[in-house]
């Protein structure tokens, strides 16, 4: 497939696919997975080790938010033999990740050739993330209300278990972390079916191997963990809806930051990602009305730039299926779960379920009443609501 078909590709599947044996002339496909992490190990100037983030392989009520994980200091190689070796005791309970790094914290020699040319996107040699994980490293199910995505898997495996943007999926903004929303179900950990119920006719599920590509449509919810000690490199390919997406963003922001003024730093960190504690404590509230200002201004058809946006979904339905079936044998449709298999994936999930894990500041009467008005006001079709009539006045 050349690159402006998966181009075409990329931009116009509504479902999630899979793109096998395309030719991705990254070196770091031809080395082993010891020797780029060797060679990572290399760059690390100070020789004191990278620091991980871990978390438990079993868990509570709620998804492990990032709040809740320890951090843990090694260099790759020893977090690479430590994880994959039978006996260890820290990794047979635990895991840990260098996750959502960008590509320029890598020496030459660890991203050699990495651009997404191939895909049909030679402008993308920087704006590339890199996630290494252990066994049962994972990211709650969320969505990303910017762009579409497109995962390349290197090494080890991946598990997806991905949702259309209606699922009946329970959207959350705590944590708050810009262009992520949350769901409140633990996929890792089930308690109950009854916790995940609704979804079960609505789950596609692919495990990434080395050499494929997936491609993730926008604001399509994803759960991902990782089976097998993993590198993957991703890039979000910025589309025209993308500023839509910012005033969204940008008004769920202005409504967070007031909430959290006077709030004791207890609640903060429930609250807010770790990456956010800083920026929004920092950013003055004048800064963020400008950004709005600008934002919707952008928005007049004379002011819209359409620098390295891509139109999407521009193909006739019937011009995207022609493709899909000429590339059959390289485009593979993610698989949709039937809803007894859903169950089964649930049911094995659900062995890692700990009561003993359910103490958490999710239970402290404060924290639950602030989630429960952040929600209630930053709900998305709130805020769509609101963005309109934003939109109305001052046009
Ligand atoms: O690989 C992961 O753990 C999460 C990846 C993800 O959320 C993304 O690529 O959007």
């Known amino acids: ?45 100070d020789g004191n080790g990278f620091l991980l983030d871990c978390g438990s392989r079993r868990s509570g009520r709620s998804p492990q938010w990032e709040r809740l994980r320890g951090q843990v200091r090694k260099s790759m190689t020893d977090f690479y033999k430590e994880s994959t070796a039978d006996n260890d005791e820290y990794f047979r309970e635990n895991w840990a990740s260098y996750s959502y790094r960008y590509i320029n914290e890598l020496p030459e020699e660890c991203r050699k050739g990495i651009t997404f040319d191939c895909f049909g996107f030679p402008d993308i040699a920087e704006d590339i993330s890199f996630w290494i994980g252990s066994r049962g490293a994972h990211t709650p199910c969320h969505y990303d209300t ?22 009946k999926l329970k959207p959350t903004r705590v944590p708050y972390e810009e262009s992520s929303v949350y769901s409140e179900e633990n996929f890792y950990s089930p308690e109950a079916y009854s916790k995940v119920i ?7 599920h692919v495990d990434l191997e080395p050499g494929m590509a997936l491609i993730v449509p926008p604001k399509w919810w994803h759960y991902v963990e990782t089976l097998e000690f993993s590198l993957n490199f991703n890039t979000w390919i910025q589309l025209e809806s993308d500023p839509e997406e910012q005033i969204s963003e940008c008004l769920t922001r202005l409504i967070i930051q007031d909430y959290s003024k006077g709030l004791n730093l207890h609640n903060l960190n429930h609250l807010l990602n770790p ?19 600008y934002l ?26 022609r493709l899909l079936s000429t590339h059959k044998d390289h485009i593979i449709p993610v698989q949709k779960l039937q809803n007894h298999e859903f169950f089964q994936l649930m049911k094995l999930n659900s062995q890692r379920y700990d009561p003993s894990r359910n103490r958490s500041s999710d239970d402290e009467e404060d924290n639950r009443r602030a989630t429960n008005a952040i929600n209630r006001t930053c ?11 934003l939109g109305e006045s001052s046009s």
């Open 1 to 45: 497939m050349d690159p402006s078909t998966i181009k075409d590709v990329v931009l116009n599947v509504r479902e999630p696919v899979v793109l096998k044996d395309v030719e991705i002339p990254w070196f770091c496909f031809d080395q082993t997975l010891p020797e780029w992490l060797n060679l990572l190990d290399q760059s690390n100037d």
């Open 146 to 167: 910017y762009g579409c995505n497109i995962v390349v898997q290197v090494h080890g495996r991946k598990r997806w278990l991905l949702f259309p943007p209606e699922a």
């Open 198 to 204: 609704g979804v079960e006719n609505e789950a596609f």
């Open 275 to 293: 990456n956010e504690m800083s920026s929004i404590a920092s950013t003055p509230p004048d800064e963020l009305q400008s950004t709005l200002g």
């Open 296 to 321: 919707l201004n952008q928005r007049l058809p004379e002011k819209r730039s359409r620098t390295n946006r891509h139109p999407s979904n521009y193909l006739p339905m019937s011009e995207l299926q």
């Open 379 to 389: 709900n998305p079709q709130l805020i769509d609501l609101l963005k309109s009539s």
